[in-house]
């Protein structure tokens, strides 16, 4: 049996709003403008992934080689953000995922902390919009992540910020990546999406709507 749960570490997007869906927009918009098949299935892969192997993934549905500058890929990049970042301007406290405040406030009844284990450099600004900067004890920041996911750094980041062993810890991810993260920090895996793209989870919900403080307790039990 696992030590006690003492930590739930959340992923930002896609987990806490719906920011999967923007940053899918934004790269839509990248790949269109390049003439690159990019579909959801696809948008799959970019999931956790950082910004610019993100981009590499984009570029590489391209059917002949595509010769960028460092200079061009980093513009790329930069216009991708440019596109999210208007498109996050609009969020609020609305667009918090459903069952997300009640997990939240179960879990802080129950004494067991929380973190943002979030690859993304926008994650504060997301927070803020949303007003949650005051609901979870700790917020990764992006910036200061070398390794990113599938490297567990990101979440065990999180479980040292905490001040807890990663085993006492579950997260939750709607991403490949993010879960093989999760995975490979030696935590619970919980994933939201569907079950076939999650075969390394503990357990998978379809949506956030699912998530309960009781059931992660007894998963963490059992794992
Ligand atoms: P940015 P998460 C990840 O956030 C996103 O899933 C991924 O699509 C994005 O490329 C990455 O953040 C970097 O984000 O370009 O804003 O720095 O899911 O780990 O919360
Ligand atoms: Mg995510």
Redo the contacts with the bound molecule.
């Keep these: 049996m696992s030590d006690k749960l003492q930590a739930v570490i959340f ?4 987990v806490i709003t719906d920011t ?1 869906e923007h ?1 899918y927009l934004a790269w839509k918009a990248i790949g269109d403008e390049l003439n690159l098949p990019f579909t959801r299935e696809f948008n799959e892969n ?6 610019l192997e ?1 981009l590499r993934l984009l570029l590489s549905l391209s059917p002949v080689e595509l010769n960028y500058s460092e200079e061009q890929l980093n513009a790329l990049a930069e216009r991708k ?1 440019d596109l ?1 970042k208007e498109l996050i301007a609009q969020i609020k406290p609305s667009d918090v995922l459903p069952g997300i405040p009640e997990l939240l406030g179960k879990l802080k009844r129950l004494g067991i902390k929380t973190a943002i284990a ?6 504060f600004s997301v927070i803020k919009n949303l007003k949650m900067e005051e609901q979870f004890d700790i917020i990764v920041d ?1 910036a200061e992540i070398k390794n990113s ?1 599938p490297d567990p750094e990101v979440f065990l980041a999180a479980a040292e910020q905490l001040g807890v062993k990663p085993e006492a810890c579950v997260g939750i991810e709607d ?1 490949v990546a ?1 879960v093989e993260a999760i995975r490979s920090a030696h935590m619970t895996a919980v994933a939201i999406g569907k079950k076939e793209h999650f075969p390394h989870a503990h357990v998978t919900y379809s949506c956030t709507a699912e998530l309960n403080a009781d059931a992660l307790i007894e998963l963490h039990r059992q794992h």
């Excluded at 992923?11 to 896609?14: E, H, I, S, V, W």
């Excluded at 970019?46 to 910004?51: A, D, E, I, N, Q």
């Design positions: 992923d930002l997007d896609g999967a940053h970019l999931k956790g992934v950082s910004r993100s953000n999210y979030s690859a993304s450099k926008n994650a992006a996911k991403a993010g």
